[in-house]
């Protein structure tokens, strides 16, 4: 800077140039936080009063994890195993009540099965049914429902590496055959051996992992339509015949609300309500009442198909005395159909081993986190009380098969000791740590059985 005569003036202590403040009101502060203080009050007490009113509705307290698993379980296809039977998925089978139909496009379905589809006899299986004996393979056949059918996806190659490790089996190679099938029961795995072999078919090992569908299916799916407890689950709905036009608009109306409720669990699931208190006791009521609504649809198809059932639907049925009866027969059957099983393999050189599958209802089980248990349990299952009524007959008569011979393992408490989640729904399904679990079971059984590996080539020739 310089004066009017042109010379250097220097400013000492210069200070930059700050122009003035706008000082904020306190009250203006004060009407800003106001309302949002307002605001966070309310949520707070939202979310407090939806807890409380989350306790009510479910009988529960509140858990993040328990509200989710639940969310969870309405929003995964029905049946989250993945094997479920579904309009089109299956066909009428002469002998076997029904299988999947091998040209089905289905994506859910196929979603599961993979690389190893649909064979050409209607089972989610890659390796022949109908296949001789071979030095160098040691051939598994799985018998039982989607338990088994999943297990023999899931937890076959983990079967197989154990069974392949024994130096019993020196250089031979394991095939596992998948005959399980969603929704089988006694007779119908001794009926699919019978089939198998009959065309053929020739196995080493036969592996069959049953139980919940005899005593928790027949009561529900059945039994009260007045269908006998020995034919195919839901028998007056697959049998031939055209039903009813009531009965057709019921089941429309009943998939309908399944994937209406199933669209709106998986919206919440996307959305950050999910993490809402409010929102979640919300959906929870609405879902029960959805619910409820598909139990008034359920029971008016069954009184529908009452009323439309002929012999070839009702088959030689007559009703029970009472549930103790009823429970009786059903265990029966199984062992009967076991220990018909087992003679059939003795007589084709065959090694049957015969399992006891677990379930979440199964009291004390299984350790369960909060999460788990609302993924998996439902204190209002129809299944449930077949579970309560049948599993200790069931264990009762294993006992019985095995002082006959009949290679049989309890697996009802093969979860005992492991805290993590293995169920995958309300049913019975595990997802793949259980399979792994079940695989190593299996394993064990048979690794420990003195005569399992070369059983086949032993008997095998003197059998035909």
């Not at 000492?12 to 140039?17: G, H, I, K, S, V």
């Not at 196929?110 to 589809?117: A, H, N, Q, T, Y």
């Not at 805290?419 to 019975?428: F, G, I, L, N, S």
Request: aromatic share 8%.
């Amino acid at each position: 800077m310089r004066n009017a005569r042109g010379a250097r003036l220097t400013v000492r202590n210069a200070r930059p140039y700050d122009p003035p403040r706008a000082i904020v009101p306190a009250a203006m502060i004060r009407r800003t936080l106001f309302p949002l203080i307002v605001i966070f009050v309310l949520i707070a007490a939202s979310e407090l009063m939806s807890a409380l009113a989350y306790r009510t509705i479910t009988a529960q307290t509140f858990s993040y994890e328990g509200a989710h698993g639940t969310l969870a379980s309405a929003a995964a296809p029905a049946q989250t195993g993945g094997i479920a039977r579904t309009e089109g998925q299956i066909v009428l089978h002469p002998y076997l009540g029904y299988v999947f139909n091998p040209t089905i496009t289905d994506p859910q379905l196929l979603s599961v099965v993979g690389e190893r589809g649909i064979s050409r006899f209607g089972f989610a299986n890659r390796a022949p049914m109908v296949a001789p004996r071979s030095p160098d393979t040691l051939r598994v056949a799985i018998f039982g429902g989607s338990v088994a059918a999943l297990f023999g996806l899931r937890g076959a190659e983990q079967l197989a590496a154990r069974l392949e490790s024994s130096p019993r089996l020196g250089s031979r190679r394991v095939e596992i055959v998948n005959l399980g099938m969603a929704g089988y029961k006694q007779p119908q795995m001794l009926m699919t051996l019978a089939y198998a072999l009959s065309l053929g078919a020739e196995f080493d090992v036969a592996i069959n992992i049953d139980g919940y569908n005899e005593v928790a299916l027949p009561p529900v799916d059945n039994v009260r339509l007045g269908v006998m407890a020995a034919y195919p689950r839901e028998w007056a709905n697959l049998a031939p015949g055209a039903p009813s036009l009531q009965r057709q608009v019921l089941v429309g109306r009943i998939a309908a609300l399944r994937e209406d409720r199933r669209a709106r669990a998986q919206w919440l699931q996307a959305s950050p309500l999910h993490y809402s208190v409010t929102a979640l006791t919300v959906w929870t009521a609405l879902d029960l009442r959805r619910q409820a609504q598909l139990g008034a649809l359920q029971s008016a198809l069954s009184e529908a198909a009452r009323e439309d059932r002929a012999y070839q639907t009702r088959g030689a049925f007559e009703p029970f005395e009472d549930d103790e009866a009823m429970y009786d027969e059903l265990t029966e059957i199984w062992q009967r159909s076991s220990a018909a099983m087992d003679a059939l393999c003795r007589r084709h050189g065959i090694a049957y081993f015969h399992f006891l599958q677990p379930n979440q209802y199964v009291e004390g089980s299984k350790p369960m986190s909060p999460e788990e248990r609302a993924l998996s349990r439902r204190a209002d299952h129809p299944y449930a009380a077949g579970v309560r009524e049948g599993y200790p007959r069931l264990a009762r008569a294993g006992e019985g098969l095995r002082r006959e011979g009949v290679r049989f393992v309890d697996l009802r408490f093969v979860f005992a000791d492991e805290p993590r989640a293995v169920y995958e729904d309300d049913c019975c399904h595990v997802g793949e740590l259980g399979n792994q679990i079940l695989a190593d079971a299996v394993a064990d059984a048979i690794l420990a059985s003195p005569d399992w590996a070369g059983i086949g080539e032993a008997n095998g020739r003197a059998g035909r």
